[in-house]
């Protein structure tokens, strides 16, 4: 068969050499697309959410509140947590040293050491670190016995419940009231700077959170207390492994968690 019998056919030549753009319809989204109509800010939208969002958590706390009284402990963590939310930024690491200040400083629902743990089963699992605050909630009410000494578990689980649904109805609230004003938000300078001064903020919040809690894993009993070497060594082994070696993070964290369970084990027996 000859060569001009097996050539491929030549596509149309095009001016410049270039294919023309091909065009892929509604699904690509850019800076050209004109934005949904649900996405524009209605103020009569807006006031039925946050109209819906306040009954919603009155109900809640009325509830609680008549069950418990005010004074109650699912009470108070649903009041507590409500303000956790509303007052915080940053995001889990904002919000931490708040709920330690709160959990076990001021209403002594677990002691520093249980936060301690939270912290670290918050770490070491999979998920949002904020679900930190639904471990508060458990142990919380397990120690203060809300439904007695006979139904601790479902003490624990109402106080994980409760402090979940106080802390995630203001946060969904807001990305309801917030996301049509999202398209006006850009390159506007009177907001942005305004955040980029919270984000310097956190910042410093999320250092302080750092040497906070390593305080409190190197010396649990305080600075008359004895050091924790071994938690020091573990922790000096994963910076170095994070910035000089470049191991990934998940791999740290897993053999952290190891090392930590034998140090335990080691010390317990």
């Known amino acids: 068969m000859s060569q001009r019998m097996i050539q491929q056919p030549r596509c149309p030549p095009y001016e410049n050499d270039e294919e023309p753009e091909k065009s892929y319809g509604r699904a690509l989204i850019d800076d050209d697309t004109p934005t949904p109509p649900h996405a524009f800010f209605d103020p009569v ?64 629902w677990l002691t520093a050491g249980q936060m301690i743990d939270g912290l670290a089963l918050g770490e070491s699992t999979p998920g949002p670190l904020i679900m930190v605050t639904a471990f508060v909630g458990f142990v919380g ?54 955040l980029t001064g919270i984000t310097a903020a956190v910042v410093g919040v999320i250092f302080n959170l750092a040497t906070f809690f390593a305080w409190h894993v190197y010396w649990p009993q305080g600075w008359s207390g004895r050091f924790e070497w071994p938690a020091a060594l573990i922790g000096c082994a994963a910076l170095y492994a994070l910035l000089w070696r470049e191991v990934g993070v998940i791999r740290v964290i897993a053999a952290c968690a190891v090392a930590g369970l034998g140090v335990f084990w080691m010390f317990s027996n």
Request: glycine letters at 10%; proline letters at 4%; one cysteine or more.
């Open 45 to 108: 939208r807006c006031a039925k959410i946050a109209a819906i969002s306040i009954a919603i958590w009155a109900i809640a706390i009325t509830m609680l509140s008549a069950k418990f009284g005010w004074d109650g402990l699912l009470t108070q963590m649903g009041w507590f947590f409500t303000k956790a939310a509303l007052l915080t930024f940053g995001g889990a690491y904002a919000v931490l040293p708040y709920v330690f200040q709160g959990g076990v400083e001021q209403y002594q």
């Open 141 to 194: 009410a397990w120690n203060g016995a809300a439904f007695g000494p006979d139904q601790l578990f479902l003490a624990g689980a109402a106080g994980a419940l409760v402090v979940s649904f106080f802390t995630f109805l203001p946060s969904f609230a807001f990305i309801f009231l917030g996301a049509p004003l999202i398209e006006t938000t850009h390159d506007n300078l009177r907001l942005t700077a305004p």
